[in-house]
C-alpha cells in the first residue's frame, strides 16, 4: 500500500520561509522520481518542483531561486524548501511520485502579506 504523508506548512508572512517534507512508503523510493505539486484556491493543481531518482532537479519558473527540492533515500524522504515567500505561493502543496496516481493529502501553505 502506498503512503505519501506531507507535513511542514502553515502561515507564514511574505518573505519567510517553510519545509516541507513528504513521507513515503510502499514504493521503491530510491528509483522513484517525486515531486511537488501546489493547488491553489480555485486553481488546478501544478508542478512546483521535481527531483529524479539520481537527483536531478527541476522548477517552474516562479519557484526558481527560492525553493529547493531535495531527497534523502535513507529516510524515503522528499522535502521542499521554499524562501522568500510571496502570498501567491498560498496553496495546498501535495508530493506525488512521477506518472503514478498515488498523492498524499496534502500540507496548507498560507502566505500573508
Known amino acids: 500500500q502506498v503512503q505519501l504523508v506531507e507535513s511542514g506548512g502553515g502561515l507564514v508572512q511574505a518573505g519567510g520561509s517553510l519545509r516541507l517534507s513528504c513521507a513515503a512508503s510502499g514504493i521503491i523510493f530510491s528509483i522513484t522520481a517525486m515531486g511537488w505539486y501546489r493547488q491553489a484556491p480555485g486553481k488546478q493543481r501544478e508542478l512546483v518542483a521535481r527531483i529524479s531518482w539520481g537527483g536531478s532537479t527541476n522548477y517552474e519558473d516562479s519557484a526558481k531561486g527560492r525553493f529547493i527540492i531535495s531527497r534523502d533515500n535513507a529516510k524515503n524522504t522528499v522535502y521542499l524548501q521554499m524562501t522568500s515567500l510571496k502570498p501567491e505561493d498560498t496553496g495546498v502543496y501535495y508530493c506525488?511520485?512521477?506518472?503514478?496516481?498515488?498523492w498524499g493529502q496534502g500540507t496548507q501553505v498560507t502566505v500573508s502579506s
Open positions: 506525488n511520485a512521477i506518472g503514478s496516481n498515488f
